[in-house]
Antibody, heavy 114, light 112 residues
Framework: QVQLKESGPGLVQPSQTLSLTCTVS????????VHWVRQPPGKGLEWVGA???????DYNSALKSRLSISRDTSKSQVFLKMNSLQTEDTAIYFC????????WGQGVMVTVSS | DIVMTQAPLSVSVTPGESASISCRSS???????????VYWYLQKPGKSPQLLIY???NLASGVPDRFSGSGSETDFTLKISRVEAEDVGIYYC?????????FGAGTKLELK
C-alpha cells in the first residue's frame, strides 16, 4: 500500500540548515510527484515545494531562496533542505503524494531554537 | 498568490444533522482543461490531513458519500450530510491550480 514517512532532526539551531527525508513505498517516484507541506503549531497549511515525476522542482516563492528538493529514486527517497532557518520555520513538515495530495506522511515536528 | 477564504471558522453540529463549509478563491480555479482545481481536506485531531474531495466535486477513495463538493469558478462548498463523531476536526480547502498552492485558514467542526 502507499506509504510516506518523514524523518529528520527534531531540533535545529537558528541560521542552520534543515535536512529532511521522505521515504516512500507502494509507488514509484518516477511516476508520481512528491510535495512538502508544513504546518506551524496551531496554524494552517503551507505548501513548501515539490519534485515532479520527471525530476523537475517547484518551490514556494516565499521560500525559494532557501530551499532545495531532490530525490534518490533507487532508494525511494525525497529530500528537503532549507537553509538559514528562523524560529518561524518551526512547524510539522509533511510529505504528500501527487498534485492531489492524496496520501500524506505522519509528519515530523521541527523546532528551530537555540 | 491566490487567497482562499473559508467560512465559518468554526461550526457546531448535532450528530445526524448536516453541515456546510464555504470557501472562496481570489481568482478563478477553472483551468482551460475544464478542471476546477479546488480540494478539500480533513485534519482529525493529532493526525495528518486526509483528502476528501478532489477537483471540486470528486469523492476521494474510501471517503463516505455523506461528503460532497460543489461550486463555481471561485465559490465552493463542502457539504457533510448526517454528521458523525468521526467527522470532527479541521476542514481545509485548497487550490492546486498554480504555484504557490494555497489553503484556507480552516474550519473547525465540533459536535453539539
Amino acid at each position: 500500500q502507499v506509504q510516506l514517512k518523514e524523518s529528520g532532526p527534531g531540533l535545529v539551531q537558528p541560521s542552520q540548515t534543515l535536512s529532511l527525508t521522505c521515504t516512500v513505498s507502494g509507488f514509484s517516484l518516477t511516476s508520481n510527484s512528491v510535495h512538502w507541506v508544513r504546518q506551524p503549531p496551531g496554524k494552517g497549511l503551507e505548501w513548501v515545494g515539490a519534485i515532479w515525476s520527471g525530476g523537475s522542482t517547484d518551490y514556494n516563492s516565499a521560500l525559494k531562496s532557501r530551499l532545495s528538493i531532490s530525490r534518490d529514486t533507487s532508494k525511494s527517497q525525497v529530500f528537503l533542505k532549507m537553509n538559514s532557518l528562523q524560529t518561524e520555520d518551526t512547524a510539522i513538515y509533511f510529505c504528500t503524494r501527487r498534485r492531489d495530495f492524496d496520501y500524506w506522511g505522519q509528519g515530523v515536528m521541527v523546532t528551530v531554537s537555540s | 498568490d491566490i487567497v482562499m477564504t473559508q467560512a465559518p471558522l468554526s461550526v457546531s453540529v448535532t450528530p445526524g444533522e448536516s453541515a456546510s463549509i464555504s470557501c472562496r478563491s481570489s481568482k478563478s480555479l477553472l483551468h482551460s482543461n475544464g478542471i476546477t482545481y479546488v480540494y478539500w481536506y480533513l485534519q482529525k485531531p493529532g493526525k495528518s490531513p486526509q483528502l476528501l474531495i478532489y477537483r471540486m466535486s470528486n469523492l476521494a477513495s474510501g471517503v463516505p458519500d455523506r461528503f460532497s463538493g460543489s461550486g463555481s469558478e471561485t465559490d465552493f462548498t463542502l457539504k457533510i450530510s448526517r454528521v458523525e463523531a468521526e467527522d470532527v476536526g479541521i476542514y481545509y480547502c485548497g487550490q492546486l491550480l498554480e504555484n504557490p498552492y494555497t489553503f484556507g485558514a480552516g474550519t473547525k467542526l465540533e459536535l453539539k
